[in-house]
């Protein structure tokens, strides 16, 4: 069966420092994956997503950027973190051809 | 792109009362799914429910795609059912979700 993995769980970092959150999928292949940010309150937003590798798109203009160096890896990175970029951080998975979407156990990023 | 609205935002709820959640959206899709957002953060898939009637359980879902809205019916609701419910729709290779409603079941 496929199962999701992202990490850290919990992370504090200081304005300006760098971020690298990763996500991996386990169990299939040329999977989409897709990057979601939930901010304060409860609404979720489409961050980036991808059909293959090497292949992003961006959803909104932001400080953030992506990439996938593997099949199965997806990477959200920024090189200087904003107070802005605070939040709870989720990687999802769908089939290939689907968009039923199933979802990590997120990141709690704090930028202080 | 893809509007998705849920009502109401909020709900609190008696144990053991029933509840409907609606999702409208406003454009075709080919999938709908409902998720159950824990207190710790983490999405709990519900449905998969692109047409038609499910039930799991005390829940159950129904998509009616031709008039572009959802619903989801808890009954005999529990403590445990607390937290946010969102309905997310699926277009060509991208999931968009609603705004969610927080519900609150009290004993």
């Known amino acids: 069966s496929q199962t999701i993995h992202q990490w850290p769980a919990t992370l504090v970092q200081p304005v300006g420092s760098p971020l690298s959150l990763e996500c991996t999928v386990e169990?299939?292949?040329?999977?989409?994956l897709y990057w979601y940010r939930q901010a304060a309150g409860r609404g979720l937003q489409l961050l980036f997503y991808?059909?293959?590798?090497?292949?992003i798109s961006s959803e909104v203009p932001q400080n953030l950027s992506a990439s996938r160096p593997q099949d199965r890896q997806f990477i959200l990175s920024s090189k200087k973190l904003l107070l802005s970029d605070s939040g709870f951080y989720l990687c999802a998975w769908s089939l290939t051809g689907s968009t039923e979407a199933f979802f990590g156990q997120g990141t709690r990023l704090t930028v202080v | 792109g893809i509007q998705v609205e849920q009502s109401p935002p909020d709900l609190i709820l008696q144990e053991g009362a029933n509840s409907t959640l609606r999702c409208n959206f406003s454009?075709?899709?080919?999938?709908l799914q409902w998720f159950h957002q824990n207190p710790w953060g983490q999405l709990i898939n519900l449905f998969y429910?692109?047409?038609g009637t499910k039930q799991n359980g005390r829940l159950s879902a129904t998509t009616v795609a031709t008039e572009r809205y959802s619903l989801l019916y808890i009954s005999s609701s529990q403590t445990t059912d607390s937290g946010v419910y969102f309905c997310a729709v699926g277009g060509y290779q991208k999931v968009t979700f609603g705004t969610g409603t927080k519900l609150q079941v009290i004993p």
């Open positions: 169990g299939t292949s040329n999977p989409n």
């Open positions: 429910i692109p047409s």
């Open positions: 991808s059909v293959g590798i090497g292949q």
């Open positions: 454009d075709s899709v080919n999938n």
